[in-house]
């Protein structure tokens, strides 16, 4: 299995310092998450973002947004970590440091077992009040039935009384600082890289391993999709994570 990856990345991964692990919707895929661009399952391809995913949109109809915002809080309540969430949890073990970057809203790498885990784009499971941001900790964690299109009445703030909104980052805000900071950081600091199943369009997330490449780390991309690299310390490792992570990691440490 270890000839079918270039052995600069084998030996960045025995020899790395510190590890950044980049992730997008496309780790959570076979866990049964709807990604957002792939052709047909995604859901920038049935949905309109302008309608969901926006402070405009949640103020013009809440019900709406809130409801959607459940159905898909409840399939991740309902699906398990994958391969390649386990695959990521396990490689803490194996490296002096690793820091693990994500765009998904989803729990599924703590589910997983990974300890520490920057969540760029927010989070399904921490909505807040959307006049006084405190954090709403009331929503019912039994997975029920996902239903798609209901509308729901968004909860109220225990402590003003206005709206909850979902914890995530809409188009148009400002990433969580700390968070970015944070990241760029470690991409700045790291010796190797994995981007794995993220389109790599959504800035500013996307210069992660743009950052890690030009300060001299190696990197890799794992996707089912050609992902176009840069120079002979940057690699596309085609196939899905679930299948390409675990023999990576085999070909790494066993
Ligand atoms: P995308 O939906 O844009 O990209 C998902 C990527 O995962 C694609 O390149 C797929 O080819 C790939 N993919 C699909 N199945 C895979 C598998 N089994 N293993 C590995 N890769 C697979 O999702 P993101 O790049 O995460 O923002 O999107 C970035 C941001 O855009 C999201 O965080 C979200 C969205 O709007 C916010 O919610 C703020």
Redesign the pocket.
Known sequence: MSATFPHVLLDALRTTRHLVVFT????S??SGIP????ALS?L?ERFD?AQL?TPEAFAEDPTLVWGWYEWRRMKVLAAQPNL?HHAIAELETCVPRLTLVT???DDLHERAGSTEVIHL?GSLHQPRCVACSMPHGTLSSAPGEPEEGRRLEPPRCLHCGERVRPG????GEMLPESALQAAFAAAQDCDCLLS???????QP?AMIPQLAAESGAVVAH????PVSVHGPREFSLEG???VVLPALLDAAFQ
Do not use: L, Y
Not at 168 to 171: D, H, R, S, Y
Not at 196 to 202: H, Y
């Open positions: 997008g919707a496309g780790v895929a076979e990604t957002f661009r792939d995604g920038w973002p995913a390649a765009q998904n809203v784009h995530v980052v809409w188009f794995i199943g993220t389109s790599g369009v959504v997330a794992v996707n089912p999709q899905p994570a679930g």
